[in-house]
Protein backbone atom coordinates (compact mmCIF):
# COMPACT_ATOMS: atom_id res chain seq x y z
CA UNK A 1 0.00 0.00 0.00
CA UNK A 2 1.24 3.37 -0.66
CA UNK A 3 1.86 6.26 1.95
CA UNK A 4 -1.10 8.90 2.31
CA UNK A 5 0.04 11.71 0.64
CA UNK A 6 -1.72 14.94 2.35
CA UNK A 7 -3.53 16.90 -0.61
CA UNK A 8 -4.81 20.03 1.10
CA UNK A 9 -2.08 22.92 1.65
CA UNK A 10 -0.11 23.20 4.99
CA UNK A 11 -2.53 24.08 8.04
CA UNK A 12 -6.00 23.83 6.35
CA UNK A 13 -8.88 24.98 8.58
CA UNK A 14 -11.42 22.33 8.24
CA UNK A 15 -15.61 21.82 9.76
CA UNK A 16 -16.67 18.40 9.18
CA UNK A 17 -20.37 18.34 9.50
CA UNK A 18 -21.61 14.88 10.49
CA UNK A 19 -25.10 13.20 10.50
CA UNK A 20 -26.01 10.71 12.88
CA UNK A 21 -25.99 7.74 10.32
CA UNK A 22 -22.96 6.02 8.83
CA UNK A 23 -21.94 8.89 6.34
CA UNK A 24 -21.39 10.72 9.87
CA UNK A 25 -19.24 8.51 10.99
CA UNK A 26 -16.81 8.59 7.72
CA UNK A 27 -17.23 12.48 8.87
CA UNK A 28 -15.49 11.61 11.89
CA UNK A 29 -13.38 9.55 10.28
CA UNK A 30 -12.11 12.05 7.66
CA UNK A 31 -12.11 14.81 10.25
CA UNK A 32 -9.19 12.74 12.73
CA UNK A 33 -6.87 11.80 9.69
CA UNK A 34 -7.19 15.45 8.79
CA UNK A 35 -6.24 16.23 12.66
CA UNK A 36 -3.08 13.60 12.58
CA UNK A 37 -1.81 15.50 9.76
CA UNK A 38 -1.79 18.46 11.39
CA UNK A 39 -4.36 20.25 9.98
CA UNK A 40 -7.05 22.93 11.92
CA UNK A 41 -10.26 20.78 12.36
CA UNK A 42 -13.50 21.55 13.82
CA UNK A 43 -15.87 18.81 14.13
CA UNK A 44 -20.12 19.92 14.04
CA UNK A 45 -22.44 17.09 14.92
CA UNK A 46 -25.78 16.71 14.99
CA UNK A 47 -26.62 15.21 18.40
CA UNK A 48 -27.35 14.14 20.56
CA UNK A 49 -24.69 11.57 21.22
CA UNK A 50 -26.98 8.60 22.28
CA UNK A 51 -28.64 9.29 19.27
CA UNK A 52 -25.86 8.20 16.93
CA UNK A 53 -25.63 4.86 14.97
CA UNK A 54 -22.81 3.17 16.25
CA UNK A 55 -20.51 3.60 13.30
CA UNK A 56 -21.07 7.11 13.99
CA UNK A 57 -20.41 7.06 17.50
CA UNK A 58 -17.43 4.62 17.72
CA UNK A 59 -15.72 7.47 15.13
CA UNK A 60 -17.02 10.08 17.53
CA UNK A 61 -15.46 8.56 20.51
CA UNK A 62 -12.40 8.27 18.64
CA UNK A 63 -12.43 11.76 17.80
CA UNK A 64 -12.86 12.79 21.46
CA UNK A 65 -9.98 10.78 22.11
CA UNK A 66 -7.82 12.75 20.17
CA UNK A 67 -9.10 16.11 21.91
CA UNK A 68 -10.17 17.13 18.86
CA UNK A 69 -12.54 20.44 18.64
CA UNK A 70 -15.91 19.34 18.83
CA UNK A 71 -19.46 20.98 18.67
CA UNK A 72 -22.72 19.70 19.23
CA UNK A 73 -25.39 21.21 17.17
CA UNK A 74 -28.99 20.93 18.55
CA UNK A 75 -30.31 24.35 17.21
CA UNK A 76 -28.61 27.07 14.26
CA UNK A 77 -27.54 29.01 17.75
CA UNK A 78 -24.66 26.63 18.14
CA UNK A 79 -23.28 27.33 14.92
CA UNK A 80 -20.81 30.97 14.55
CA UNK A 81 -22.71 33.67 12.32
CA UNK A 82 -19.37 32.60 9.82
CA UNK A 83 -17.03 29.57 9.12
CA UNK A 84 -13.08 30.72 9.64
CA UNK A 85 -12.45 28.05 7.14
CA UNK A 86 -10.64 27.31 3.98
CA UNK A 87 -12.76 23.50 3.53
CA UNK A 88 -16.12 22.29 4.57
CA UNK A 89 -16.38 18.42 4.70
CA UNK A 90 -20.40 17.61 3.94
CA UNK A 91 -21.07 14.34 5.93
CA UNK A 92 -24.59 14.94 6.80
CA UNK A 93 -26.79 12.49 4.61
CA UNK A 94 -25.80 10.10 2.30
CA UNK A 95 -27.13 7.70 -0.62
CA UNK A 96 -29.06 6.18 1.81
CA UNK A 97 -30.89 9.45 2.42
CA UNK A 98 -34.74 9.76 0.36
CA UNK A 99 -36.99 12.72 0.82
CA UNK A 100 -36.57 16.21 1.17
CA UNK A 101 -34.17 17.86 4.49
CA UNK A 102 -36.35 19.34 7.45
CA UNK A 103 -36.18 21.11 10.43
CA UNK A 104 -32.23 21.22 11.87
CA UNK A 105 -30.58 19.61 9.12
CA UNK A 106 -31.90 21.93 6.14
CA UNK A 107 -31.44 24.65 8.11
CA UNK A 108 -27.56 23.30 8.44
CA UNK A 109 -27.23 22.65 4.47
CA UNK A 110 -28.53 25.80 4.35
CA UNK A 111 -26.19 27.10 6.54
CA UNK A 112 -22.83 25.69 4.62
CA UNK A 113 -24.25 26.78 1.33
CA UNK A 114 -23.66 30.17 2.46
CA UNK A 115 -20.34 29.63 3.64
CA UNK A 116 -17.09 30.82 1.72
CA UNK A 117 -15.69 28.19 1.60
CA UNK A 118 -14.68 24.88 -0.42
CA UNK A 119 -17.46 22.48 -0.23
CA UNK A 120 -16.48 18.55 -0.21
CA UNK A 121 -19.24 15.82 0.47
CA UNK A 122 -18.98 12.40 1.41
CA UNK A 123 -21.19 10.28 -1.26
CA UNK A 124 -23.22 13.04 -2.36
CA UNK A 125 -24.12 16.46 -0.97
CA UNK A 126 -26.44 15.76 1.38
CA UNK A 127 -30.48 16.34 0.53
CA UNK A 128 -30.11 15.14 -2.97
CA UNK A 129 -32.01 12.54 -3.80
CA UNK A 130 -29.10 9.47 -4.92
CA UNK A 131 -32.35 7.75 -7.46
CA UNK A 132 -33.12 10.62 -10.00
Keep these: MADYVDPLPEKSRVAVFCGKGNNGGDGYVIGRY ?20 DDARL ?9 M ?8 SDLPDHLECDIIVDAIFGIGFSGVPRGLSAEIIEYINRQDAIIVSVDMPSGLNAND
Design 34 to 53: LHQSGHDVTIYFMGPIDKLS
Design 69 to 76: TMVEVSTP
Design 59 to 67: NHDRAVAES
